[in-house]
């Protein structure tokens, strides 16, 4: 089930949101300011922020979301009726601007957020073939059959190809912030994944190690 986080400092606009959300059966995080909504971007499928938070507002969530997880779909809540203000909240990299809004066009504009990311769940990279959607791996036409955390992890590196993501990154966006334990956990992974992808560690088809700093998906020969 996708996760929708809604970041709202009002508690009856949150229950109200939550409880439609699941109804459609998401799983929905909560937080009441930007500081723990900023926390919460890494496990989020959709986020849907306040423009009006105390403090860290959404625009400066959206900003975080756009260096941190650029993937990520955002839709903008706001009360701010002038159409330069909706027009504004587009330009910072929301992908929508609900103004004013009711739980029912929340939900179907969260729905249509998750159909557009739906369409490029299936990635062709190389011999890889992943697809998000069914959750399934092929290389060379062979499927291979991975743990959910190793699946995550591959997925994460697969959409950022060509960048490198440094371990911390890695286990906020695959284990969540509540992980308890520390950075070793993504090397172990990572060494499964490249044993059951046929992936030589000492010349990396896939998934190279960049000392000091994480791992990187591998673009090109």
Same mark, same amino acid.
Request: net charge negative; aromatic share 4%; hydrophobic share 45%.
């Given at each position: 089930?996708?996760?929708?986080?809604?970041?709202?400092?009002?508690?009856?606009?949150?229950?109200?949101?939550?409880?439609?959300?699941?109804?459609?059966?998401?799983?929905?995080?909560?937080?009441?300011?930007?500081?723990?909504?900023?926390?919460?971007?890494?496990?989020?499928?959709?986020?849907?922020?306040?423009?009006?938070?105390?403090?860290?507002?959404?625009?400066?969530?959206?900003?975080?979301?756009?260096?941190?997880?650029?993937?990520?779909?955002?839709?903008?809540?706001?009360?701010?009726?002038?159409?330069?203000?909706?027009?504004?909240?587009?330009?910072?990299?929301?992908?929508?601007?609900?103004?004013?809004?009711?739980?029912?066009?929340?939900?179907?504009?969260?729905?249509?957020?998750?159909?557009?990311?739906?369409?490029?769940?299936?990635?062709?990279?190389?011999?890889?073939?992943?697809?998000?959607?069914?959750?399934?791996?092929?290389?060379?036409?062979?499927?291979?059959?991975?743990?959910?955390?190793?699946?995550?992890?591959?997925?994460?590196?697969?959409?950022?190809?060509?960048?490198?993501?440094? !371990?911390?990154? %890695?286990?906020?966006?695959?284990?969540? /912030?509540? @992980? *308890?334990? $520390?950075? +070793?956990? &993504?090397?172990?992974?990572?060494?499964?994944? !490249?044993?059951? %992808?046929?992936?030589?560690?000492?010349? /990396?088809? @896939? *998934?190279? $190690?960049? +000392?000091? &700093?994480?791992?990187?998906?591998?673009?090109?020969?």
């Amino acid at each position: 089930m996708p996760n929708v986080l809604v970041v709202e400092d009002d508690p009856a606009i949150v229950e109200i949101l939550k409880a439609y959300l699941e109804r459609e059966g998401h799983q929905v995080l909560t937080a009441d300011n930007g500081y723990e909504g900023g926390r919460l971007l890494g496990q989020a499928d959709v986020a849907v922020l306040d423009w009006m938070l105390p403090g860290v507002n959404g625009l400066d969530l959206i900003r975080r979301a756009q260096e941190g997880y650029p993937d990520l779909p955002v839709l903008l809540l706001t009360a701010r009726g002038e159409e330069e203000d909706r027009v504004h909240g587009l330009r910072i990299g929301a992908d929508d601007v609900v103004n004013p809004f009711s739980p029912r066009e929340v939900v179907a504009r969260v729905a249509a957020l998750l159909r557009r990311v739906q369409v490029h769940a299936q990635l062709h990279l190389g011999p890889l073939l992943l697809d998000a959607s069914a959750r399934q791996v092929k290389v060379a036409g062979q499927e291979v059959a991975l743990s959910r955390t190793e699946f995550n992890l591959l997925l994460t590196l697969a959409q950022h190809a060509g960048t490198v993501l440094t !371990r911390e990154r %890695l286990l906020e966006r695959v284990w969540g /912030p509540e @992980f *308890i334990g $520390t950075e +070793r956990v &993504v090397d172990v992974n990572v060494l499964a994944l !490249r044993r059951k %992808l046929g992936n030589d560690p000492d010349a /990396p088809t @896939f *998934i190279e $190690t960049v +000392r000091g &700093v994480g791992y990187r998906f591998r673009v090109g020969p």
